[in-house]
């Protein structure tokens, strides 16, 4: 019969007729459609406070969901509108990026950080060396009395040398010679005879210096030296006068020897 209703069995989704209670396949039993409407709210029924209260409610929810919609409309035109240009004093130092998306970040010499120099170290001031003793030497042996004589005929230079202890190698040795018309000497401490008497022995004062301390020897130099030399010969008068000019001088500060 055609106006008898079919009711879908829940279970195994087979049709029968609406008039069972049971699916006649599964037999499960039939769910009936609630007719029960819904209570409505107070502020469903129109004219009633809760009704007015909705309303104005409704009404604040648009305006400031109209306020947060503009708000968001201008941050996004803002981001677009400032998204091309350059800002700010640092857009020039940006690192350059290629167009390729796989493409790894290229980074100029004026991207990098300036790294500061750092301040040079003050140099330390080296020590003065302190000097306990020094000797002139002759021939690798300090000479004694403070005198060598130029025995040999002829020998007219000779090689000095100062020993000091302890010895250094920042140590400056400086060398003169009370008479340079007798003796001279240059800095290395090679003495050359220049001047001689054919009638008495002559002698000058060589003076080493290091460190604030002096050494110095007396060299003889005899009259028959004066046969290997040309010119500066001296009288005994003109030599006596000379002596008494410089040997106050020399022995007035003798000077520490080492043992």
Known sequence: MGFIPETTCRRCGQKYSGLRNRCPNCGTLR?????RVPNTTASATPNTAASRRAGTDIRWQLIFGGILLIAVILAVVVLIAGGGKDSGPSSGNRP???????SQIVYSAADLPTPSPSPDPTPEASPTPVIESMAIAFLNNNVRDHSLTLTNAGELVIDLDLNVFPNSDELTVTWRSSNEKILTVDDRGIVTVVGASPNITVHAVIIAECGGLQDYVTIYVPSYQAAYLTQNLYDPETYEQDNLEWD????????????
Do not use: K, L
């Open 31 to 35: 769910q009936n459609q609630p007719n």
């Open 96 to 102: 350059s990026v290629t167009n390729n998306p796989g």
């Open 248 to 259: 106050s001088i020399i022995y007035a500060t003798p000077s520490p020897r080492a043992g």
